[in-house]
């Protein structure tokens, strides 16, 4: 099951730190897939924002570019996504998944007003 939290309501120019742990996956399952944050604003579709392979190779969204940042820590099974300047855009419920995608869980929701 994948718990995303860290979420919550900032100003623009604000920064977050979301987490994501799988708690019912092993240490020898989490570390070999790609993880990725995807974010979903109202009304819109689910979109990918950042993604950190086995070998820590990050790629990001372009909105995400130069302001976020991903990581994760294996032995902690959990993926990390560092949110600075963060813009009223960036209003969504985030959730971290593997890729591709398996099932979703808990997202966390991150308010941004201008």
């Known amino acids: 099951q994948l718990q995303a939290s860290g979420g919550g309501s900032v100003q623009a120019g604000g920064s977050l730190r979301l987490s994501c742990r799988a708690s019912?996956?092993?240490?020898?399952?989490?570390?070999?897939?790609?993880w990725a944050w995807f974010r979903q604003a109202p009304g819109k579709q689910r979109e990918l924002v950042a993604s950190i392979t086995s070998g820590r190779a990050t790629s990001y969204s372009d909105s995400a570019k130069g302001r976020f940042t991903i990581s994760r820590d294996n032995s902690q099974k959990k993926v990390y996504l560092q949110m600075h300047n963060l813009e009223p855009e960036d209003t969504a419920v985030y959730y971290c998944?593997?890729?591709?995608?398996?099932?979703w869980g808990q997202g966390t929701l991150v308010t941004v007003s201008s």
């Open positions: 998944n593997i890729i591709p995608p398996d099932q």
């Open positions: 019912r996956m092993i240490t020898s399952v989490f570390s070999p897939h790609t």
